[in-house]
């Protein structure tokens, strides 16, 4: 057993023992990420605050029948996950407001390499995305582009959001992504391609405006 393995195995005994020391460190720990993940699916902060509570709760009515077969962190997120989803599907029944529907990537498709090309869906050479300027003020546009970023990655469909959310700010790996999501190696690499895409292009169109 790795000390890895063997810390987490000590961690979920500890909270199968009603440790409170414990969970009060894995709530520190995770409660972060666990808001941005649950915030990709509902329309509010405090609603994502309520999911991520449930979840909590979640976990220490079933941490006794958790029997290791994924680590820990995965398990909570696919339990807040669950909870997020559901949630977010009774807000829109609720709502009379349609959400936008769930289409492709906001990039023309023109700017990519065909199917038949040597390196398809790879940016065409001369519609590949322009280097970020090197400016003085870089720290002030640093974060003009990072606020520009968030309000574009807000909008993409719930799949690519939540893909880029995970792989890019919460540096989550590409395996635990696909296992939480449930999407095969290539419909994540389609995912984040065109949430990147997307995002870069917003970017582009900001920098382009800005001069």
Do not use: C
């Amino acid at each position: 057993m790795t000390r890895a393995a063997g810390d987490e195995a000590a961690l979920v005994d500890a909270l199968k023992g009603g440790d409170e020391a414990a969970f009060a460190e894995l709530v520190d720990r995770h409660t972060p990420s666990m808001l941005h993940v649950a915030r990709g699916y509902v329309r509010s902060h405090e609603i994502a605050e309520e999911v991520v509570q449930e979840a909590w709760i979640a976990l220490l009515k079933g941490i006794g029948k958790f029997e290791g077969r994924s680590s820990l962190r995965t398990w909570l997120f696919t339990v807040l996950i669950n909870i997020a989803k559901a949630r977010g599907i009774r807000e829109r029944r609720n709502s009379e407001v349609e959400i936008l529907a769930f289409t492709g990537g906001t990039v023309d498709p023109a700017r990519f390499r065909p199917a038949d090309d040597q390196y398809p869906g790879h940016w065409r050479q001369d519609e590949a995305p322009a280097p970020f300027p090197d400016t003085p003020e870089g720290s002030v546009l640093g974060d003009e582009l990072v606020a520009v970023a968030r309000r574009e990655l807000a909008k993409l469909p719930e799949r690519q959001r939540m893909v880029v959310t995970m792989r890019d700010m919460l540096d989550f790996d590409s395996a635990e992504v696909r296992e939480l999501l449930d999407i095969s190696v290539a419909n994540q690499r389609v995912l984040l391609h065109r949430g990147r895409a997307a995002v870069r292009q917003v970017l582009e169109d900001y920098l382009r405006e800005s001069k």
